[in-house]
């Protein structure tokens, strides 16, 4: 089946540890975006990347980097420099070709400890 | 810039009513997609509907309805005979059309939260 998968479901971190959350795709979409909910807010735009190679900062970019060195791929790291970690993180892909809808991975829950 | 508002945060209303989730926009192009995404407990988003600016017509799926009206830059959702399974936060979302390579972005509202009560 056809998706987007990411990777772990929870994470916990330690204070001043970067950490790699992980997003894979295999709906041959070309745009990749990551967002970060915190509750009762809601979805802000991290990073986002419209084809391989090439990325672009969202409005909250700021402690968090990304790679696209192959299509399916679009991981995010959250660096010590990120004051306020812990949040809800989703990945997302859409086909910009068409502009379907874009397609949602079940996200990543991560806790600073 | 592109943005979203969904100024109803938070909605309660007692089952079997009906109730609209509004949204409006502002963006700069002619061209341009309106999403709304659902997001249960679970946290997943779970698509809904997808309107380019060139139609307006309002369009209805079983209890759902949209209406959309650029003049007033709004894409409103209503769901009518509201059930239990209905609550959860929805979002309405913005993309604007493939016109600058490289500065598409897709740009949610902040979402309201619905509550249906038995």
């Known amino acids: 089946d056809g998706g987007i998968t990411q990777s772990p479901k929870y994470l916990f971190r330690k204070e001043g540890q970067n950490v790699t959350l992980s997003c894979e795709q295999n709906?041959?979409?070309?745009?990749m975006y990551w967002y970060r909910q915190d509750p009762g807010q809601g979805l802000r735009l991290i990073y986002y990347?419209?084809?391989?190679?090439?990325?672009q900062k969202g409005d909250i970019a700021e402690g968090y980097s990304v790679s696209r060195e192959k299509k399916e791929s679009f991981p995010l790291t959250v660096t010590s420099a990120q004051k306020n970690p812990t949040a809800f993180y989703l990945c997302?892909?859409?086909?910009?070709?068409?502009?379907?809808?874009?397609?949602f991975g079940q996200g990543t829950r991560l806790t600073v400890v | 810039a592109q943005k979203v508002t969904q100024a109803q945060t938070e909605i309660s209303v007692v089952e079997k009513e009906d109730v609209t989730l509004d949204c409006v926009y502002e963006t700069r192009d002619t061209t341009y997609y309106l999403f709304w995404y659902k997001q249960p407990p679970s946290g997943e988003l779970v698509f809904l509907i997808r309107?380019?600016?060139?139609?307006?017509q309002n369009e209805i799926s079983g209890r759902y309805s949209w209406n959309f009206q650029k003049s007033t830059s709004s894409f409103n959702f209503t769901i009518t005979a509201s059930q239990v399974v209905d609550s959860a936060v929805y979002f309405c979302?913005?993309?604007?059309?493939?016109?600058?390579?490289?500065?598409?972005?897709?740009?949610f509202g902040t979402g309201t939260r619905l509550t249906i009560i038995p």
């Open positions: 990347s419209q084809i391989v190679n090439d990325f």
């Open positions: 309107r380019n600016s060139f139609d307006e």
């Open positions: 997302a892909s859409m086909d910009r070709g068409r502009n379907t809808e874009a397609f």
């Open positions: 709906l041959n979409h070309d745009a």
């Open positions: 979302a913005l993309s604007e059309a493939i016109v600058n390579f490289g500065n598409e972005k897709l740009t």
